[in-house]
């Protein structure tokens, strides 16, 4: 089956570093996106992997392990507008074609 | 930069009604897709469109739902009998389908079910 798990809810305070974790089961994994949602708003992307390792952009960071189902996105210098939820979100091709399975998403609350 | 367009961004109707909602992708996405979140809960995957016809669908998009591209533009979502449980955010996302793409979304459509 496929499943992704996220934390809930996270707060951190402004200028800190905070890490929001995922873990997923899929058979045709083809990719880890994160995304940002603001209430009331759609997802905008951040990031993608489908490697294992680290990719950067900017204070945005995201980690990929294959091998343990495993990706964390790394937000650095937090700022208010960065409380949001985060959302995982797997893209599975077991079928063929893409499919985007999405985990419930993570909200942050950044404290001043 | 383009954009998902959506319309209308709230539509209110009866149970049992039809609704249609709408979208317009970025000219050169190939790959439509179209979700729904119910107020708190997870982004949910309904059907994916590629080339005129339905790639994908979840379990969620039953016979009620139905999709459509009908003049190479816009590309609808359609209930044809709401019920209540439907109302939510409804999404339109697209990409071109390269293996690094990802899918950009529209504002989204709140669906509210009387």
């Known amino acids: 089956g496929q499943n992704i798990d996220q934390p809930t809810e996270m707060t951190a305070t402004e200028g800190a570093i905070v890490q929001i974790n995922c873990t997923y089961q899929?058979?045709?994994?083809?990719?880890l996106f994160w995304y940002q949602q603001h209430a009331g708003e759609a997802p905008t992307f951040l990031s993608y992997n489908v490697l294992d390792g680290l990719e950067e952009k900017g204070r945005f960071s995201s980690f990929l392990s294959r091998s343990k189902g495993y990706s964390y996105l790394l937000l650095k210098e937090l700022q208010m507008k960065d409380s949001a939820s985060y959302l995982c979100?797997?893209?599975?091709?077991?079928?063929?074609?893409?499919?985007?399975?999405f985990g419930t998403g993570t909200r942050l609350k950044v404290l001043a | 930069e383009p954009e998902v367009t959506q319309t209308p961004s709230h539509q209110v109707t009866q149970m049992g009604q039809e609704v249609i909602l709408r979208c317009v992708p970025i000219s050169n996405h190939l790959y439509f897709y179209w979700y729904r979140q119910i107020l708190g809960q997870k982004v949910e995957f309904l059907v994916s469109?590629?080339?005129?016809?339905?790639?994908?669908k979840s379990e969620i998009f039953d016979d009620q739902f139905s999709v459509e591209r009908p003049d190479g533009s816009n590309f609808t979502l359609k209930i044809r009998s709401t019920k209540l449980e439907d109302s939510a955010m409804y999404f339109c996302a697209g990409n071109t389908g390269t293996g690094t793409d990802t899918q950009y979304f529209g504002p989204g459509t709140r669906l509210t079910v009387l």
């Open positions: 899929t058979s045709g994994f083809n990719g």
């Open positions: 979100a797997v893209r599975d091709a077991e079928a063929g074609t893409y499919k985007y399975i």
């Open positions: 469109f590629y080339n005129n016809e339905i790639s994908e």
